[in-house]
């Protein structure tokens, strides 16, 4: 299967940009995940931001994207940064983002051609391109401005994940700032995202129709029902992310309930370690570090059984896609004590929300009911809607431009922003014009 023939499959338009700035969506635009946007000015200069693929089965990929020498990868998900091994092996661009962003690269694409080969689904790229791409990064400090073509660039914190940037660019006519994933509320382990003044706001609108409960009640929750789950005997597995929730829960455990016993298996401990060398990026650096000696490692089989008499086990993967998450799923079905702990949205057709929907989960190719407590909890990284109103309001831009949802996401932001600012909502591949 060809995904791309590069230079001849883009639907990028021909003609020059007269004036003002056009936006085009490979992808991202009227969808969550999958991101890549190509912006271009009068001036000639042409910046892509993200180019990700979305890990559903099988992969989503974004549209092939045009000849372009930059491009600024806003944070580590594989949502923004899965094809840029693509970009730098057949248009030979240059990768921008955080010193962060750019370690924590090689951790998630080798985990990406990994998947790939083992589900079997076809990749538009290969081991070269992932190590020339290893090479292309220009890495950037939040606060310092950069040049691309005629365009001063400069990051600010997003939140959402350790070393994720928000993009500021000031063009010859306007100032644009795209927010990327972002959230304005700090978590355990970065400080929430503060707005910028600008023209022109690119804003994230995954739970634009989602008011958040307050984080801290929902942490509150969590570490109650774990101790509740203790007391009677059992354990609690947490399955959760590599890149982010899995560290944010086990700094709340380490904060709240020193006294349990935890253990830890997964990507996230390469991802740890790397946060760790990168203490600007993270919020009270000292507690993570602490949190980590505090939580137990799993590597080998003899970790695993006794993981299993732990009194909680964070795991990936976070949607019970795979992973020893699935591992120990399956070892602890068996024990009505147990109960299986989920810490944020299970998309369509994952491991989690067949759990929550069914009480039943696919274990090593068979479908198995699970008797065991679920129960979910909200400890998302991402902006809810009155955050990412405010935070427009804030930014007081003439125009939004709404991407990174879905038309449930999008709606309400649109409805509460439109009196204030010119709102737009892009499609995949059809241009946006903003004078
Ligand atoms: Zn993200």
Redesign the pocket.
Known sequence: MVLYTPGRTSSYPDDPVKHGLRAFFLGGGDEVGNVGCILEDSTGTRLLIDYGLAPTRPPKYPAECPSVDHAIIT?S?I??MGMAPWLVGHLGTRLHGSPLTASLSEVMWRDTYKVSKIEGYPLAWDRRDMEEALQAWTTHQIGDWFEIGEWKCRFHRAG??PG?VMIEIETPEMRVLWTG?MDTRASPNVLGALPVECDVLFLEGTYGNRVHPPRVEEEERLVSKVLEVVDRGGTALIPAFASGRGQDVLRILKREAPSLEAHYHGMGTRVTQLWMEHPESIREPKQLAKMWRWCRRVSGKSDRRKALDADVIVSTSGMLDGGPAIWYANRLRHHGANAILLTGYQAEGSGGRLLLDERKLRIFGDVVPIDLEVEQFSLSNHAGQNELVNFARACAPRHVVIFHADEEGREPLSTQLAGEMKVHLPSNRVEILIE
Do not use: P
Request: charged share 25%.
């Open positions: 944070h998900h949502d923004h959402h994940i994720a994933d």
